[in-house]
């Protein structure tokens, strides 16, 4: 059983680039936590960011796992080092562990992460936090309150030509087990959980067109690389409630004008804005509609709010907050082996061959 701690919630941040400075912007703006260290495998990017935002400790991670000084570590390092980190904080007696996505590079260390802090006592929790916000719960609410009827089928696909167009140090996100499926197709698969149950069974595909990458931006800009992992994964998912369900994840399009993810039902379809942000517009056309009208939204979107939403619940409940949560170990869980099980079916399956039609054709003349 995890103690009860006094809000404000003493935060450490282990993992001071890009999307730290979301969550501790987020972080601040709420009573219920406070980021009171930060570490980095550099010391210098610490301090600095400790400075930026007016954080009293800059240290090195292994100190970020003492209990007498944070009550919830945060995790906002490359994936690889995700296990490895959390299970320290775990076996150090931190009350609380969040983690960015994903919970961890394999379904199997994803799951030792939730077997020891349900043995720990420790609250576990697992970035995206994107569910969290007014686009999902607007969408969930029309599922579950009949405004789209029976929900029938979804699809959802994240399409681009790779991150080597923004990210100056785009090779982490090309690195073996990672990818558009991992990097991206998380927020996807999370949410498709989320609204419409457990993923029971998968299919998939997966392929590497341009192994070859070349850097578009920054100081290294013009340099090649290699990709270790598939560069685009098409998947076939079914949900426990029985909807099919088709996603694409993909590093390898120039352009499209695909929805991010809609959900068709009896009576309507929904479309969602990109669910790797936490505010947006739901659409909606009915089946006697002849046009798309906005959803009003379940809950207020609050702009300022971003990532750190879903460190803000474990906060919350590790402050005696007995709602469910969302963003838990196991939900990070769930998705881990959702993609592990697309990529193991893409790598073994044999695809049905289609007769060629040219003997019967040639029999017909």
Wanted: charged share 15%.
């Amino acid at each position: 059983m995890t103690a009860v701690v006094n809000m404000p919630v003493r935060v450490g941040l282990i993992g001071c680039g890009m999307v730290a400075e979301e969550y501790a912007t987020t972080i601040r703006i709420s009573p219920t936590a406070t980021v009171i260290a930060c570490a980095d495998q550099i010391p210098g990017v610490a301090k600095a960011f400790a400075d930026r935002h007016g954080i009293p400790f800059a240290l090195a991670p292994g100190f970020l796992s003492d209990p007498d000084l944070v009550d919830l570590v945060v995790i906002l390092t490359p994936p690889d080092t995700h296990a490895r980190l959390a299970r320290a904080a775990i076996d150090a007696g931190v009350p609380g562990v969040y983690v960015e996505k994903p919970l961890a590079v394999t379904a199997v260390e994803a799951a030792a992460l939730v077997r020891a802090a349900a043995e720990k006592g420790t609250l576990l929790g697992a970035a995206p936090d994107t569910v969290l916000g007014s686009p999902s719960q607007t969408a969930l609410l029309a599922i579950t309150s009949g405004v789209i009827g029976q929900p029938r089928a979804a699809t959802a696909s994240y399409l681009s030509a790779g991150p080597e167009r923004w990210h100056p140090n785009p090779e982490r996100f090309h690195a073996a087990g990672i990818g558009p499926l991992v990097d991206m197709g998380t927020y996807y698969l999370s949410t498709l959980s989320f609204l419409l149950g457990s993923i029971t069974a998968v299919h998939g595909a997966a392929a590497t067109f341009r192994p070859t990458r070349t850097i578009r931006c920054g100081p290294r800009a013009g340099q090649s690389f290699t990709a270790h992992a598939p560069t685009h994964v098409t998947a076939l998912l079914e949900s426990d409630t029985g909807v099919p369900i088709t996603f694409t994840a993909s590093f390898d399009a120039p352009s499209t004008r695909s929805s991010h993810l809609e959900i068709h039902g009896s009576d309507a379809t929904i479309v969602l804005p990109d669910p790797n942000f936490h505010t947006g517009v739901v659409l909606i056309r009915r089946r006697a509609g002849q046009a798309w009208s906005p959803l009003p939204p379940a809950k207020p979107a609050v702009a300022t709010v971003e990532r750190g939403m879903g460190v803000l619940e474990l906060a919350a409940a590790l402050a005696g907050d007995s709602r469910e949560r969302i963003c838990t170990g196991e939900s990070g869980l769930h998705v881990a082996n959702i993609i592990e099980s697309i990529m193991s079916v893409a790598q073994v399956a044999s695809p049905t061959p289609i007769a060629s039609l040219a003997g019967a054709v040639r029999e017909a003349r």
